[in-house]
């Protein structure tokens, strides 16, 4: 399930809260400088978000109900054809078919005995203590982050469908009221460490080589693997080492050690036999598609790999197709997050996001140059609360931030621009949308509405603070 309201009818109450605050934003005055239909089209899109947040209903069917009714109203779009093209976008999306497929390769783990395997060797080999296995999984993450580009795919093809087997091997279940007997908090940790190592390498997230992109064709900077890898390894082997302790404390974990289940993990692998056809199978697809993310994303997008091996999965007999088309979770999120993908380019497409980049300038001028570095990059963070993806956050604001930083004196435009391409695996961690991995874990049920919102929270605060700690200095320190 995508969260408990996608069983229960529609909350009136919880209806009239999202309501009232899109119709007090839409009647209130048009800021100057700001077309008439971005006002409105934000006052839609912040009542849809803010409905997504109290759930009256599913959040796909929200999603939907926001993009028709900004295609009806003609706010982003002014004829029904084109607004008919950009309602149906966001299906279209590279990003939601990998999660899409993430969801099956799970299945498989899950159908074949694969997943349970690999997770009682986790557990043999780390299980005395929970936060062992917290460190295990961010481990795993950074093994092979280097040189996976999508992120989605590196959580959805091998991070994800592995440890998504670990909880219930404690008893711990998102149906049952269990998740966080263990579950909850394997899972969030997961989903942190793979945005730190987002942040990490250039090859570790597709939009990293997009802001390398921007930055040389807008200042003829360009910014070697090294460069990006030295500029930031303090802050990541930081937050690595910081982010299983951290959630350990403000999330902990019901189940905190567990000294018997390394010797129960190897009882269960011996009655569990050698590895069965299907078993293999499923491990040399998913080898392929690894190796295909590393080697071969000139050549075929991974979202195209996923699907591709989803189509082998069912040929070889790894899943039937009634499983695929039965997997009511994976087509559940594939609509809530398709649309809340094309509700966010809505506010690149009627400039409201350029609007706000130049409201933002202004109120920077005059100030000292920390406290101008923390206002900029800080705003270029925290706006991602209006974005359902990180490559639209590049494309949309990079250009418009990195064009007002490198006018402001007494930080060099090679500073600037790490500054603000740094932080774009960090900031996926915000909200239930805000990224591949997010809409992953958010989906498994392993946590409440509220919970995902104020850890998004408080990691995204914890991540920057850290973050602008430390990179300024560090910076400096390289001369750069």
């Known amino acids: 399930m995508i969260s408990p309201a996608a069983n229960k009818g529609p909350s009136i109450p919880g209806l009239l809260v999202p ?128 040189f996976t580009a999508s992120a989605t795919a590196r959580t959805g093809g091998t991070i994800y469908p592995i440890i998504r087997n670990i909880p219930e091997l404690y008893g711990s279940r998102p149906e049952d009221g ?20 987002s942040s990490m390498f250039i090859t570790a997230l597709a939009p990293n080589a997009l802001a390398i992109s921007v930055i040389a064709k807008m200042t003829n900077v360009n910014i070697p693997w090294v460069t990006w890898f ?68 000139h050549f075929i997008e991974p979202a195209l790999v996923a699907v591709l091996v989803v189509v082998l999965m069912v040929a070889l007999r790894v899943l039937s197709w009634d499983e695929v088309i039965g997997n009511s979770q994976a087509w559940n999120v594939l609509i809530w997050f398709a649309t809340l993908v094309t509700l966010a380019t809505g506010l690149t497409e009627t400039k409201f996001v350029d609007w706000i980049g130049r409201s933002i300038a202004p109120a920077l001028s005059g100030l000292g140059t920390y406290t101008t570095i923390v206002g900029l990059v800080g705003a270029f963070f925290f706006l991602h609360y209006f974005f359902a993806s990180i490559t639209a956050h590049t494309t949309a604001l990079l250009p418009v931030f990195l064009g007002v930083a490198v006018d402001i004196p007494g930080v060099s435009t090679m500073a600037w621009s790490l500054l603000l391409a740094y ?10 949308y805000s990224s591949g991995q997010t809409a992953l874990y958010y989906g498994s049920g392993f946590f409440t509405r509220r919970e995902f919102w104020v850890l998004g929270l408080v990691c995204g605060v914890f991540f920057f603070v850290v973050y602008i700690t430390i990179i300024v200095p560090w910076l400096s320190f390289l001369g750069i």
């Open 230 to 297: 030295t500029g930031f390894a303090p802050v990541g082997v930081t937050l690595l080492v910081s982010v299983p302790l951290l959630i350990y404390v403000i999330y902990p974990p019901e189940i905190k050690r567990a000294p018997e289940a390394p010797r129960w993990a190897a009882d269960k692998l011996r009655d569990m036999g050698p590895i069965s056809r299907r078993e293999m199978t499923l491990l040399v697809l998913v080898m392929a598609a690894l190796g295909l993310w590393i080697g071969a994303t």
């Open 178 to 197: 269990t998740s966080r007997r263990i579950g909850a908090y394997i899972m969030y940790t997961a989903l942190a460490a793979s945005m730190v190592t």
């Open 423 to 432: 932080p774009l695996g960090l900031l996926g961690i915000l909200t239930t």
């Open 19 to 146: 309501l009232a605050i899109g119709a007090a934003i839409a009647l209130a005055p048009v800021p100057s400088g700001l077309p008439s239909n971005a006002w409105y089209y934000f006052a839609l899109f912040t009542a849809i978000i803010v409905a997504m947040i109290a759930e009256p209903l599913p959040g796909a069917v929200l999603g939907l109900t926001g993009v028709i009714l900004a295609a009806v109203l003609g706010l982003v779009r002014p004829t029904a054809a084109e607004a008919t093209s950009w309602a149906l976008s966001g299906f279209a999306n590279s990003t939601v078919w990998l999660i899409f497929a993430a969801y099956m390769f799970a299945l498989g783990y899950l159908q074949t005995g694969l997943g349970r395997r690999i997770a009682l060797h986790l557990i043999r080999l780390m299980g005395h203590r929970t936060l062992g296995l917290g460190y295990a999984i961010s481990l795993a993450d950074l093994a092979i982050a280097p």
